[in-house]
């Protein structure tokens, strides 16, 4: 399954125009709260322009993007963790989630309903923060309620898991974070904690913001304190974009003075907070491109691709992407020597194209 990215924020920021854009998935989209109240998903491809440089040098007819699933979540309204709005529905969906991808309005429509008609995109991700600090405060407190009697009659193991619990609610009060907490991982993907989920801003313009950015830079300086990364992206404009053949998406974006489109900065940088790299393997007719989390071993990034590879793992004849290019082709790779042999524990590296040896 892949790694998927909950795209969450109030009610109309754009959050299903940017869904649609990114999946092409057809979400349906109205200018009245709650238009999406079961999550709808849908695959968007990562951009890799080595996977068909390597199709290239391959001769190869078939190439595999890798991909990265977004989900996209009911609005989310101030009081959510009490239930208001969709409350607990979003709260149960967002826990699925590896990735919070916060949408924040950046754009003035007076056609468009919102929570309050003074656009503040920073007031907004704060307002969204608290809601998940606030239920996972109540959550904390279920805890340590549950576990305190136990603790005082001497349990160890209570009384550690109930000190955690208190730091972690310490830690939340003080405007921080669980996972600034090292070496309570364990402990933390046990709970579930919604704010302990790997965090990305995206900022919803209009061409005007675009092109004169006033409200990007404040936020800018929010996600700065938040140490979160921030991406803007018209989605109206990715909407017109995705149903453009590639050519004239080139042209469209050239005559907006840009390189790449929003949608492109969106996925990579998922794919950055996720901390996923990118292996490649040429096997057949086909060359594909394997997302892992960086530190996957060989014998687990085996696994990915079939459990009996993992379970019959021999080795893995690894070169280096820039290493293959230069060399023209794998035989000559070969015969030059930059082909390795890795064990099972060898650490992947992005990049690597790999071909893997297993007995069935």
Not at 258 to 285: H, M, Y
Not at 307 to 316: H, S, V
Not at 340 to 351: C, H, P, S, T
Request: hydrophobic share 45%; net charge negative; proline share 5%.
């Amino acid at each position: 399954m892949p790694l998927s990215c909950g795209l969450v924020g109030l009610p109309n920021v754009g959050k299903s125009t940017i869904f649609n854009a990114l999946t092409a998935a057809g979400a349906q989209t109205a200018n009245y709260p709650f238009t999406t109240i079961e999550p709808n998903h849908g695959l968007a491809v990562v951009p890799e322009p080595r996977l068909q440089s390597l199709g290239r040098l391959a001769g190869q007819s078939q190439t595999v993007p890798a991909a990265v699933e977004f989900v996209d979540i009911a609005g989310l309204v101030q009081g959510a963790s009490q239930g208001q709005g969709l409350g607990n529905q979003f709260l149960g969906h967002i826990r699925q989630v590896d990735l919070i991808v916060h949408v924040l309005r950046c754009f003035s429509d007076p056609n468009v309903t919102h929570h309050d008609p003074i656009v503040d995109p920073a007031r907004d991700a704060d307002l969204i923060r608290t809601e998940l600090v606030l239920a996972d405060l109540e959550i904390l407190e279920r805890r340590q309620t549950k576990i305190r009697k136990v603790a005082q009659s001497g349990d160890r193991e209570a009384q550690k898991a109930l000190a955690a619990y208190e730091r972690f609610a310490e830690t939340l009060q003080a405007g921080k974070t669980p996972a600034a907490i090292r070496g309570e991982e364990p402990l933390l993907a046990e709970l579930g904690l919604l704010t302990a989920k790997p965090v990305l801003l995206v900022a919803n313009v209009d061409e005007a913001e675009l092109k004169t950015p006033t409200r990007v830079p404040v936020l800018q300086t929010y996600a700065d304190s938040c140490q979160a990364l921030l991406v803007s992206i018209c989605g109206d404009l990715e909407a017109e974009m995705i149903e453009l053949e590639p050519d004239e998406r080139a042209e469209f974006l050239a005559s907006l003075g840009l390189r790449e489109s929003g949608l492109n900065r969106l996925i990579q940088a998922a794919f950055q907070v996720l901390g996923l790299i990118t292996f490649f393997t040429i096997v057949g007719a086909e060359v594909r491109a394997w997302p892992v989390r960086a530190g996957t071993t060989a014998m687990a990034g085996a696994g990915k691709i079939h459990t009996d590879m993992a379970r019959g793992f021999i080795a893995a004849e690894t070169i280096d992407y820039e290493n293959l290019i230069a060399a023209g082709s794998m035989a000559a790779a070969r015969e030059a020597g930059l082909v390795r042999i890795e064990g099972q524990n060898y650490v992947l590296a992005d990049g690597d194209v790999v071909t893997f040896r297993f007995h069935v």
